[in-house]
Nanobody, 120 residues
Framework: EVQLVESGGGLVQAGGSLTLSCTASGVTFDDYAIGWFRQAPGKEREGVSCFSSHRGAFYEDFAQGRFTISSDNAKNAVYLQMNSLTPEDTAVYYC??????????????YGQGTRVTVSS
């Protein structure tokens, strides 16, 4: 059974940084891609970043240069380092896994999410 647990969300001032963590079970990074998604109030869920061991990291335009995805195979964990945060980054952030590669249709497995609030 795939289980994903996010942590690290919170309240931060604009310009600040946060690191989100995702602890995965039931997946191996050799077989699964791990992505971060977010859903802002009143908006649809959108992709943020994705990582697979075979193809590396991908970022949406708004995340490029500010966010960094990384993994720790020993801990079966994936992290999202977020810098230069703006109020537009306020959202619930979800970790997700798909067997295969970033961009595959799925099925994607999601965690419960962690809330990030950026104050101006």
């Amino acid at each position: 059974e795939v289980q994903l647990v996010e942590s690290g969300g919170g309240l931060v001032q604009a310009g600040g940084s946060l690191t989100l963590s995702c602890t995965a079970s039931g997946v191996t990074f050799d077989d699964y891609a791990i992505g971060w998604f977010r859903q802002a109030p009143g908006k649809e869920r959108e992709g943020v970043s994705c990582f697979s061991s075979h193809r590396g990291a991908f970022y949406e335009d708004f995340a490029q240069g500010r966010f960094t995805i990384s993994s720790d195979n020993a801990k079966n964990a994936v992290y999202l380092q977020m810098n230069s945060l703006t109020p537009e980054d306020t959202a619930v952030y979800y970790c997700a896994a798909v067997r295969g590669h970033c961009g595959d249709f799925g099925p994607w497995y999601y965690g419960q999410g962690t809330r990030v609030t950026v104050s101006s």
